[in-house]
């Protein structure tokens, strides 16, 4: 059963740092375009960070700088480094991947197949 489970998440203050996990079971990493997503309350889903197959590494303008994506094929894991966390990054992050090649815009939500369950980082002033 193909699955992604996201942990890491938390409350934090503002400036501090979270490392969010995305584990992935039941399939095999290497070939996936892999990204992050999340949802402020109230607002619709956006891309954060992704990965496309060429090994592009991809932010959105708000996080440039702050985050950083990495992926440890050997532990099927991928992460979502979070530094200089300010309150407006408070949502529910999500994992997703896409089995396959891809090289287009991975911020787009239906290019993904699997989706995690979401895990929350709240970020206080």
């Known amino acids: 059963q193909l699955q992604l489970v996201e942990s890491g998440g938390g409350l934090v203050q503002s400036g501090e740092s979270l490392r969010l996990s995305c584990a992935a079971s039941?399939?095999?990493?290497?070939?996936?375009?892999i990204g992050w997503f999340r949802q402020a309350p109230g607002k619709g889903r956006e891309g954060v960070s992704c990965?496309?197959?060429?090994?592009?590494?991809n932010y959105r303008d708000s996080v440039k700088g702050r985050f950083t994506i990495s992926r440890d094929n050997a532990k099927n894991t991928w992460y979502l480094q979070m530094n200089s966390l300010k309150p407006e990054d408070t949502a529910v992050y999500f994992c997703a991947a896409r089995r396959g090649t891809y090289y287009g815009d991975c911020f787009l939500e239906y290019v993904y197949d699997y989706w995690g369950q979401g895990t929350q980082v709240t970020v206080s002033s």
């Open positions: 039941g399939f095999t990493l290497n070939y996936y375009v």
């Open positions: 990965i496309t197959s060429s090994s592009s590494t």
